[in-house]
């Protein structure tokens, strides 16, 4: 299995463009996450889904849209950048409710801004 | 009070030596405990989980006091690669289907 992989890996964004950051995951989990994360803080929750046709706000969805077509794959939608969205992007997946259940975190996007 | 808070640091240690990081959670219902390790700029991964009669792996050793809603990871003869920033997560019942919380991190840096 190839877990969690994210692409692109590294994107400069001009203030206004838009880009889609892409999620999938081969594991077949229902839950997925889209998580934030800016130099020397903790993460901050973006969107949520628990499976294909369902999302959820979390934290910090302002700028940020998602869709959930499939169970695999979960892309997150910033329509007009600003420079307050330049962060470490991680998508994560948790197979269900089952509270002993971790998550599995992709390598990351990151983001930049101009 | 935040749902999980964490001593940020950084602890600066000498290889070989003992260090704890404590983590207090506020949701008394909680029932899963981990602690996941992040590397500087990699994506967080899991390290251990927390049982409630306390857990060994090698050199880390977890505990959880529920009583006090307290969790701590201790690390034993500290080496230089376990220089990172460990995060301790608490699955929260009462968020609905986002069950888990991760604290903000306590940063670790072992020095040679």
């Known amino acids: 299995n190839a877990g969690v992989t994210q692409t692109p890996k590294f994107r400069i964004l001009k203030i206004g463009q838009s880009m889609t950051l892409q999620c999938t995951q081969d594991m077949n989990h229902n839950y997925m996450y889209w998580y934030r994360q800016d130099p020397g803080m903790g993460l901050k929750l973006i969107y949520y889904?628990?499976?294909?046709?369902?999302?959820d706000k979390g934290e910090v969805p302002n700028g940020y849209n998602v869709s959930r077509s499939t169970t695999e794959d979960f892309p997150l939608r910033l329509e007009l950048a600003a420079p307050s969205q330049t962060s470490v992007y991680f998508c994560a997946s948790r197979p269900g409710q089952d509270s002993v259940e971790t998550q599995y975190f992709g390598p990351g996007t990151r983001l930049l801004v101009l | 009070r935040k749902e999980v808070e964490q001593d940020p640091g950084p602890f600066n240690v000498p290889e070989g030596a003992t260090v704890a990081f404590n983590c207090t959670y506020s949701?008394?219902?909680?029932?899963?405990f981990f602690w996941y390790r992040q590397d500087c700029r990699k994506e967080p991964k899991l390290l251990m989980s927390v049982y409630s009669s306390g857990n060994e792996d090698g050199r880390f050793t977890a505990q959880l006091n529920r009583a006090s809603q307290y969790i701590s990871l201790l690390i034993r003869d500290s080496k230089l690669s376990d220089s990172a920033t460990y995060l301790c997560?608490?699955?929260?019942?009462?968020?609905?289907?986002?069950?888990?919380?991760f604290g903000k991190g306590t940063r670790l840096s072992v020095i040679a």
């Open positions: 889904s628990v499976g294909a046709g369902i999302t």
């Open positions: 997560v608490v699955n929260n019942p009462t968020s609905g289907n986002t069950p888990l919380v």
């Open positions: 949701n008394s219902a909680s029932q899963s």
